[in-house]
């Protein structure tokens, strides 16, 4: 449950009332008048009204630039027969999407290319790094904790599922900024310090089987449902860095120290890992009915699905083909 409000003119107070109760609000109030000719109405709106109403408002202030609309979240909604706070628990129980606008406010900035970004890439690189020459499980789980790896990745999902342009060109420069960087002070570190590679945390992402498929897969879709079911991502993050950062540094070092079997089996792995994380986030979006708001921009949007859908999917089978024929005993001639 969530708090729309919406400030605009005076003339659309009749029509804001009637939308209201239409869209199943569970309570409006008035607040008073700004004295700029425009009022505002605040909606206790339930989760499954809540992207009708906000589409609908968004209709109808299509071509007013005074109309302000707010989403407001909310801990507790207590009434004085102490009914309302179980209510908004059984709501939270159901778990259902967030809208569109909160989804695109909250992904998009995860695919900001800023010093943020490239700061924690870097040390999160250089943690993982340490924590694979030195076999420490430990390590290399906190740099997990920091890496920034999911944002871009569920940021191009979710783009591609509006089809989004402009926000998965951006996405689409982040993620391979984040991945690239990693790569080369993962090269740097093996051109610098002596490293033994019969360690086995980084023996074992030099090669990849199913298992690394799987866990690429329930990543991504796993990311995509605490996004939309409002949990906490944070676990979620992990397991994508998990998927991405360790194979990066790993195929960075093996690339530095000449090892380019070990590398080409890193770099499938995190291949794999992304292909993975990328399709099953873009189909749970759109399992969650994540889709643009205007006929036009859905169906260009299915343009891009279909495109999108079909690229990673091909690629994922192609990639299973190459896994099966390694696993099988097949070894490159390096």
């Not at 109309?67 to 259902?96: N, P, W, Y």
């Not at 949007?301 to 083909?321: C, D, E, F, G, R």
């Amino acid at each position: 449950m969530r708090i729309v409000e919406v400030i605009a003119d005076q003339k659309h107070a009749k029509t804001l009332v009637g939308m209201a109760k239409f869209y199943g609000a569970e309570d409006f109030w008035w607040g008073g008048d700004g004295g700029d000719g425009r009022c505002s109405i605040r909606m206790l709106v339930p989760d499954d009204c809540r992207q009708a109403l906000i589409d609908s408002l968004q209709d109808l202030f299509t071509a007013n630039d005074n109309a302000r609309i707010v989403v407001q979240s909310i801990d507790a909604v207590l009434t004085h027969e102490g009914q309302g706070d179980k209510d908004l628990k059984e709501d939270k129980a159901k778990a259902v999407a967030a809208t569109r606008e909160e989804l695109y406010s909250q992904i998009a900035k995860g695919a900001q290319l800023d010093s943020n970004f490239l700061v924690l890439t870097a040390l999160s690189t250089l943690v993982a790094a340490i924590g694979l020459i030195e076999n420490s499980v430990a390590v290399i789980i906190g740099a997990m904790v920091i890496a920034p790896l999911l944002g871009p990745n569920i940021a191009l999902a979710f783009a591609t599922s509006l089809g989004d342009k402009e926000l998965t060109w951006r996405a689409f420069q982040t993620n391979v900024t984040g991945i690239g960087l990693s790569m080369l002070i993962s090269i740097a570190i093996a051109l610098i310090l002596p490293i033994g590679f019969d360690s086995s945390e980084i023996l074992s992402r030099t090669d990849v089987d199913l298992g690394g498929v799987v866990l690429g897969l329930a990543s991504g879709a796993a990311a995509v449902l605490s996004l939309t079911t409002g949990l906490s991502s944070t676990l979620v993050g992990v397991m994508v860095a998990v998927a991405l950062l360790p194979p990066t540094a790993t195929m960075g070092m093996m690339l530095g120290a000449a090892r380019w079997e070990e590398a080409l089996g890193a770099f499938l792995l995190l291949i794999v890992n992304i292909v993975c994380v990328l399709l099953s986030a873009k189909v749970v979006f759109l399992l969650k009915g994540v889709r643009p708001r205007s006929w036009t921009d859905r169906n260009r949007a299915k343009q891009s699905n279909a495109i999108y859908l079909s690229l990673w999917a091909i690629l994922l089978a192609l990639l299973i083909v190459v896994i099966l024929i390694r696993t099988a005993g097949w070894h490159t001639p390096w």
